[in-house]
């Protein structure tokens, strides 16, 4: 694990390659002998070109070629760029949770809040290959006409306001209370302190809203969670999800799925890149991806 | 047009059968002239089986083989059942807004609030075929925590609360109001009534979260909007989703989309359900629907 680099993007191409060509020495495999490379990165981004069109919480990536600057970092590699959530999601789909399903969605709550959606089995990606940027699916605006729609709701890392992830990621909700970590957040809640209880409260009418959408507009059989905040306050995360479906979304829809936790752990977006860069290599992926 | 039945689900069967038969016979076309009958009705339903599971608007739609019991009353004639707002973006792509589109949704705002989405040339069904219930998207709940997440929020006709159709729908705004019709909200809130403003501007927030998720999540290159509140009030209507989306979502997805008004109008329903009809007929409508 190495920090991001956050003086631009020619460090990140650096820190990136350093990383690739350190682990490919390690392996004892020289870099020519390799035949592709994944990388997954934060979206939104086009995952046929490796163009990340904006990464707010990386400095330098905005319309940036992230794919053919690491290819030719890397002395030309074939360098498969793809969203973290839908490599995740890939990993998930191969050897994890969602093993075998074809309808369902991929969710991560963890720094920030994100996820892929795959339906009839193939990932859901858009007109310009953008989709399934969940964590920015606006779940709250102010009730009160009288003040604007955005008000008393934290913004956005993207510039909105009532999205998901500004609601119930960790770093939104860290930055609300004034702190550097969600835990301490959950903790001073649990202590009964107010600001924070609001905190979390709200977080957990985000995320049952979240749930209730995506199972009354995807109707999947599975929701996978992972994410560092899903796997450390599950009663936080999963419980409001699943009680917000039971509660509230339609009954067919609410009685074919399941929420559960992702298999993969922290490892999964590179797991996911793997997958990902063996299956498009072999062009197997367009079926799937 | 004709009044729904509201004294139980065999009615509302006599109803459909009569008004097929004298549709016919104003057409000098025999039923046993007919290859089938396509029948659009409110969901969740699933069209292959033509079973609604659960329409709160039909008294007696509760997990009722909707197709079997018309065919039926139809002298065997094939009855092919859909969604309302499935059969509305059939006609739409066959002939109307979204003709040859292969990412968009078609929304529609009515009484009720719902639409379909269609991802990659195919309409997204889900596990359980109840996909698309956008109307049922939760786009608010109360930011107090010390209320409940559902208070000062209509209760939506599904059971749940925030819901896009309980804030924005024609029939639930002119409930909240106390009124028969839509249109007399709208109308009061122009003379500057504050009880119907407010029902407005809510209205326009949960319009704009619903468009601005609709691009963050699904990235389509067009919504096609239609129903007859959009038709009468397309400045409180389409412009608050443009507005939304051009303001809060992300750029990219933004700039690939285009909302526009449905081309059909009050006959897309029966349009579609002939289109649909023919196209599973043919066996062709696999591709698509």
């Given at each position: 694990?190495?920090?991001?680099?956050?003086?631009?993007?020619?460090?990140?191409?650096?820190?990136?390659a350093?990383s690739?060509?350190?682990?490919?020495?390690?392996?004892?495999?020289?870099?020519?002998e390799l035949?592709?490379?994944?990388?997954?990165?934060?979206?939104?981004?086009?995952?046929?070109?490796?163009?990340?069109?904006?990464?707010?919480?990386?400095?330098?990536?905005?319309?940036?070629?992230?794919?053919?600057?690491?290819?030719?970092?890397?002395?030309?590699l074939?360098?498969?760029?793809?969203?973290?959530?839908?490599m995740?999601?890939?990993?998930?789909?191969?050897?994890?949770?969602?093993?075998?399903?074809?309808?369902?969605?991929?969710?991560?709550?963890?720094?920030?809040?994100?996820?892929?959606?795959?339906?009839?089995?193939?990932?859901?990606?858009g007109?310009t290959?953008?989709?399934?940027?969940?964590?920015?699916?606006?779940?709250?605006?102010?009730?009160?006409?009288?003040r604007?729609?955005?008000?008393?709701?934290?913004?956005c890392?993207?510039?909105?306001?009532?999205?998901?992830?500004?609601?119930?990621?960790?770093?939104?909700?860290?930055?609300?209370?004034?702190?550097?970590?969600?835990?301490?957040?959950y903790?001073?809640?649990?202590?009964?302190?107010?600001?924070?209880?609001?905190?979390?409260?709200?977080?957990e009418?985000?995320?049952?809203?979240?749930?209730?959408?995506?199972?009354?507009?995807?109707?999947?059989?599975?929701?996978?969670?992972?994410g560092?905040?899903?796997?450390?306050?599950?009663?936080?995360?999963?419980e409001?999800?699943?009680?917000?479906?039971?509660?509230?979304?339609?009954?067919?829809?609410?009685?074919?799925?399941?929420v559960?936790?992702?298999?993969?752990?922290?490892?999964?977006?590179?797991?996911?890149?793997?997958?990902?860069a063996?299956?498009?290599?072999?062009?197997?992926?367009?079926?799937?991806?």
């Amino acid at each position: 694990v190495r920090r991001t680099p956050r003086d631009g993007a020619d460090s990140v191409i650096r820190a990136l390659a350093d990383s690739a060509r350190a682990t490919a020495r390690d392996a004892g495999l020289p870099l020519h002998e390799l035949v592709a490379a994944g990388c997954a990165a934060p979206g939104p981004l086009d995952h046929r070109t490796g163009l990340v069109h904006e990464a707010p919480n990386i400095v330098g990536f905005i319309e940036f070629p992230l794919g053919p600057r690491l290819s030719e970092a890397l002395d030309g590699l074939p360098v498969f760029v793809d969203r973290d959530t839908a490599m995740a999601a890939i990993a998930e789909v191969a050897i994890g949770a969602a093993h075998g399903q074809r309808d369902w969605v991929y969710v991560t709550v963890s720094t920030g809040l994100g996820g892929s959606i795959v339906s009839g089995g193939r990932m859901l990606r858009g007109a310009t290959n953008t989709a399934g940027e969940i964590g920015h699916w606006p779940v709250a605006f102010q009730l009160d006409p009288s003040r604007d729609a955005g008000a008393d709701l934290q913004r956005c890392g993207c510039g909105s306001f009532g999205c998901a992830e500004s609601l119930a990621a960790g770093r939104n909700m860290a930055d609300a209370y004034g702190v550097n970590d969600a835990a301490e957040v959950y903790a001073a809640a649990a202590r009964g302190d107010e600001r924070a209880s609001t905190i979390v409260i709200r977080a957990e009418r985000a995320l049952a809203n979240l749930a209730v959408g995506l199972v009354n507009v995807l109707n999947p059989a599975l929701i996978v969670v992972g994410g560092s905040i899903a796997e450390r306050q599950p009663s936080h995360v999963l419980e409001p999800m699943r009680r917000g479906i039971a509660d509230r979304a339609f009954r067919v829809p609410a009685a074919a799925v399941r929420v559960v936790p992702a298999a993969l752990g922290g490892d999964v977006g590179m797991l996911g890149a793997a997958f990902g860069a063996r299956e498009r290599l072999s062009g197997r992926g367009e079926w799937f991806l």
